[in-house]
């Protein structure tokens, strides 16, 4: 089948290729011409494990075609169209629908771009006054940075939100290989399917942000937040899931969904009383390692050098947006304290985002970076972290602070190796 | 040199001025206005964003230029030139009076420690407007007290409020809050409110010994030791911002020296907030909107210097006000903004006016024989309206006003949602301004007259008053109102021949409550107190076991 992606976001990364494995015939369109290049130089847009060696081979076998998107070119005209762009994108899909609505072949336009709950059932209204014969449906992203490629090929879940049943049974053939094991589509209508997306990222964000305030509790009644967390996990009623405490949530994903949920609830004249507290408490979470670092020398910080480990918003991805890590930075920066940052993917994107508006050391070693530090912070927990050698590391810094954002240490096997620790919400 | 002054009621031109004022003083303005019809024309002047219509004054032509005469025989010209050299102008003290120094623009080379200390505040406001001015546990600042009284209140707290639609440039505002009463209504409320790790206390005093406001900054340091834990040098360094003339002193009680920022002793108190005692407006609308509104003060500083009497806004004033006081026999006036921002002012005005010239002694220390400045009061224009406009219209006593309104108003990017409703509330208040004055002036001259009226709905009109017109209310024209209100203040000094720039009624008072502590700890120890005191000390004694 034709089929269309439009967007520079992972999700349509993930679906182009996804899509173009399973046989179909996919033209991407990419509207930014930075990604746009990348992708003509056989990058992938955005490392994903395995998706950049998936991407290159569908497009040695002909099945994935890369193309700029521009409002006044020609567009191709396929049966499908998977609408990915940026969240709240909301003219460029309105155009590129209307385009489409021209066209003969189009059936069926799919919108994964997460947007205010009435934003599809708008586009769908401009579709049937423009007299076109395609229905329209939504999927909405639920890719996971980090495993995206799985995610979408595995799904726990499928939101599909419909209201017309030739729609249901394209998307849902479309969608077919992804869903051999078990049937996990759940069918709702266009404006649920929207709204479930972003209740699902309020219930995770809220969860995130309520152990990050029993943490800060934590270590006023002299208890370790780890041993609470496990207790809760315990119980099934609670589960495991989204119960880590730490330097607060960041990426384009869970943070935009949330204030994106706010705008809906505002947009209804309907307060969003807790979820302002969600984000508010995640906020001041990005900056509890700086608050530590200038604890512990009592707000005396000109001068001093600080180590980043971890600038990605999560690992196993290149992306900073949000990041904890962007926050602390600038507030180092403003305080007259030297910064050096390791990172296994994000450093270009940091050193994008930074501008050269202050200083800011980017190591490829992760010791190397921590040289002649007065502390280290640790907010990404990429896996080359988690057992450092720790007589080096003892070596490098010169004051042996350990400020563990991710709570990935045993605090008394670190204190043992001749360091001071501090997580977050543990004694 | 600075000028010696004569005895003002010998001069011919005041003898021919309280001639004009027997002969004209049952002249109607509502006759003026009809015999004159270009009198607007006459009596008005605009410059620096401020258009000033004073033709609702009882004066004509005649009466003005022997004002303005009456201005050079009082050598206000040498005065100005004093004022603008740095002469010892203010007499009692022995010091200068170099307010317009604070905003001299940096581009002249002038005042280099002026805009150095202008330089050091403007690194605090964008550290605490960006977030990174950071409490002793590294929490954001969201909260500034502001703990000053008098000049280092009053100023700040008016300008704040008049500036709030302008957001500065770049970062997020703080909450300002304001504690000045010695009693310590204002700072319990205040600490009880507010979280100590994200508070910052700014101590404003030019001497540093102002007992009012040492009081409240020690009971908000007491406040944040306890939430601490202990005081240390972190919470002072983090949590206290000192403002004053006296390094030494400040250094003394605890203030950090990096967070002492400075000014002269020759900047008075009701002069400063010009200086880093501005510092909650420069907080309110950053430092390049502080800058503009010293630009603003600037050009009125040069108005005043370069135009001729006839044309300068704050000699006319002056003038008019000595008409009105001195020749009128008027003893009161109202000041009355027709934009609620502005509803400080009058508080503001009140410190300025009548602290610098409530005075019954020369400059040579002969006692005066003529009235020196009325009793000022007001309260927001149309608010007033519901409470003392009915003396105005119908009391007995004559009431100079000055009714203040801006041009443009909500047009700024805030207020794009209700903008209609708000403009036409602007309008609805600026009609009200209007009809008032008109009504004040004209009496019931400006009702249909086919309607008779019974006694006691009747308007006999012909209540002077100025309007004073903003473009809009920017930093910019705030600061030319600001100067121009001094400025106005200086010229009256000058004429009546007395020192605007000292304060020694306020002194003893604060000697006096000293020795009263002691009666209070022990009223029977007390010897020589009136009746009255004793017996107002006792029963408070008396009530508190």
Known sequence: MQISVYGDTLCAQVTATALAQTGHDVYWYVTDMGAWNALEQGAAIYKEPGLRFLLEEQRRSGRLRYRLYSESKRLNDSRVVFLAVQPGKVSLLESIVAHHAAMPAFELAVTQTVCAVGTSERLRDGLVDSGSRAELAVMPDMTQAGRAYDAFTRPDCILIGHENEEARVLLCEIMRPYVRTRDTFRHMSLREAEFARLASSGILATRISFMNEMAQLAERVDVDISVIREALAADSRIGSAYLYPGCGFGGPGLSGDVMSLVDTLQGYDAHAGLLEQVLAINERQKEVLFRKFWQYYGGNVVGKRVVIWGAAFKPGTHRVENSPALKVIEALWAQGVQVAVHDPLALPELSRWADGRGDLELYKDQYMAAADADALMLFTEWKQYWSPEWARLRGELREPLILDGRNIYDPVFVRSQGFQYKGVGRI | ?545
Request: with cysteine.
């Open chain 2, 1 to 545: 040199m600075v000028p010696e002054q004569d005895v003002l009621t010998v001069s011919s031109i005041w003898a021919r001025l309280e001639q004009y004022a027997q002969q004209h003083r049952h002249e109607h303005l509502a006759d003026m206005f009809e015999a004159d019809k270009e009198r607007f024309q006459h009596f008005s002047q605009s410059d620096c964003g401020l258009l000033v219509d004073y033709s609702k004054q009882r004066l004509n032509t005649d009466i003005l230029s022997l004002l303005v005469q009456l201005a050079d025989e009082r050598h206000l010209g040498h005065w100005i030139e004093c004022l603008f050299s740095g002469q010892r102008v203010n007499c009692t003290e022995q010091r200068s009076a170099m307010h317009w120094r604070l905003r001299e623009p940096s581009t002249t080379g002038a005042s280099p420690e002026v805009h150095d200390q202008l330089d050091a505040m403007g690194a605090m406001v964008d550290r605490i407007l960006t977030g990174q001015w950071r409490g002793s546990q590294g929490d954001v600042i969201t909260d500034v007290v502001n703990v000053g009284v008098g000049g280092s209140e009053l100023g700040p707290l008016m300008a704040a409020a008049a500036l709030h639609s302008s957001m500065p440039a770049t970062g997020k505002r703080p909450r300002l809050h304001f504690a000045s009463s010695m009693d310590g209504s204002q700072i319990s409320q205040i600490l009880h409110d507010l979280d100590p790790r994200t508070t910052l206390v700014l101590v404003s005093s030019k001497s540093f010994t102002t007992i009012d406001t040492l009081h409240n900054a020690n009971t908000a340091r007491a406040w944040l030791a306890r939430a601490f834990g202990g005081e240390s040098e972190a919470m002072m360094r983090c949590h206290f911002i000192g403002i004053s003339s006296n390094a030494a002193r400040m250094t003394d009680w605890g203030i950090q020296p990096q967070n002492q920022l400075m000014f002269w002793e020759w900047t008075g108190g009701r002069y400063s907030l010009w200086s880093a005692i501005g510092m909650p407006i420069a907080l309110t609308v950053g430092m390049d909107g502080f800058r503009d509104m010293l630009a603003g003060a600037h050009a009125m500083d040069e108005h005043f210097r370069s135009r001729r009497w006839a044309e300068n806004i704050p000699v006319l004033l002056g003038l008019v006000d000595v008409w009105n006081i001195n020749f009128l026999n008027i003893t009161a006036r109202a000041v009355l903004p027709y934009d609620g921002r502005l509803k400080h002012l009058p508080a503001y005005l009140e410190q300025l006016e009548m602290e610098s010239n409530g005075k019954s002694v020369s400059r040579a220390g002969k006692p005066l024989e003529y009235n020196t400045c009325p009793v000022i009061w007001g309260e927001v224009g149309p608010n007033a309206q519901h409470a003392f406009f009915q003396l105005l219209h119908q009391g007995t006593l004559p009431v100079a006003c000055e009714f203040l309104m801006t041009a443009r108003r909500y047009t700024e990017q805030m207020h794009s949602a209700s903008a209609k409703e708000l403009e036409g509330q602007h309008r609805l208040s600026n009609a009200n301004c209007l009809a008032q004055s008109r009504l004040l002036a004209l009496g019931e001259r400006a009702l249909d007259p086919k309607v008779a009226l019974p006694p006691y709905k009747r308007y006999r009109g012909n209540q002077p008053s100025t309007t004073l017109v903003l473009d809009e209310l920017s930093p910019r024209t705030l600061g030319a109102l600001l100067a121009m209100y001094e400025h106005k203040v200086f010229v009256q000094a000058v004429i009546w021949g007395i020192n605007p720039f000292d304060q020694w009624g306020v002194e003893m008072g604060k000697l006096i409550a000293t020795d009263m502590l002691d009666v209070l700890a022990d009223p029977d120890s007390a010897s020589g107190l009136d009746a009255s005191s004793m017996a107002l000390a006792r029963h408070i004694v008396g009530s508190s076991l």
